[in-house]
């Protein structure tokens, strides 16, 4: 490895962790699955996430990918 590739490789932006906090059991999943999502006054609503196992103790809601539609 030369200098030039040490430095590019040092510089490179670190990628984003994956995954998110279980709303249940407060631990952090990397396969999390959306389980509600949560519209707020101001700014981008909050969307929380369930790790596999308790995504399926919890109630379907709705998501960002849910979009109600006038007909
Ligand atoms: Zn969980």
């Known amino acids: 490895m030369t200098a030039a ?3 590019a490789a040092m510089t490179e932006p670190v990628p984003a962790p994956r995954g998110a906090v279980c709303v249940r059991c407060r631990t952090w999943t990397y396969a999390p699955v959306p389980v509600r999502h949560i519209e707020r006054q101001s700014g981008p609503g909050v969307t929380l996430y369930a790790c596999p196992t308790h995504a399926v103790d919890l109630w379907a809601g709705p998501t960002p990918g ?3 539609r006038a007909p």
Request: aromatic content about 16%; cysteine-free.
């Open 5 to 7: 590739e040490f430095i």
């Open 66 to 68: 849910d979009e109600l």
